[in-house]
């Protein structure tokens, strides 16, 4: 059994070994018998690096970068100045409850419980003093 594996691999070993030599060759000469351009595929010039940045005739701004299979034109995204919605800060993860004179009570609910507890008004931090805004302006 090893002899008859070892004869079919053998075989198999030299009839491939012509045939990619062959298709080697007949890959590097192009279409009309020339040989193919080396470089970077998809339009990119020769000249182009990874890091190189050019403007097309719209005005958008394109960067050349080195991915596995060569190099690709990328967009370039610019960070815009955030807008005052984006700026302000989220709400927190829990919420007031009731407002009892001096003292606020909170609940955070959570997927297995839910935790409540009271502070005093001169003692909220500043998610705290959120909360409350946020609970005084649903509430008018």
């Known amino acids: 059994m ?4 070892a004869a079919f691999v ?17 890959r ?4 009309a018998g020339k040989p193919a351009a080396a470089g970077p595929k998809s339009g990119a010039p020769a000249a182009k690096k990874p890091g190189m940045r050019e403007t097309d005739a719209e005005g958008r701004t394109w960067v ?12 370039e995204k610019r960070a815009e100045s955030p807008s005052a919605a984006v700026q ?4 927190p993860g829990f919420r007031v409850v009731e407002v009892r004179g001096d003292e606020v009570r909170f609940e955070r609910r959570s997927p297995f419980t839910q935790s409540t507890w009271t502070k005093r008004m001169s003692e ?17």
């Open 10 to 26: 053998l075989t198999a070993w030299l009839s491939g070994a012509p045939a990619a030599a062959q298709g080697d060759k007949a």
């Open 88 to 91: 302000s800060k989220p709400a």
């Open 124 to 140: 909220l931090n500043e998610d705290e003093k959120r909360a409350l805004e946020i609970w005084k302006e649903s509430v008018k």
């Open 2 to 5: 090893k002899t008859i594996f």
């Open 28 to 31: 590097e000469k192009g279409a």
């Open 64 to 75: 050349w970068r080195e991915t596995p299979f060569g190099l690709a034109k990328v967009e």
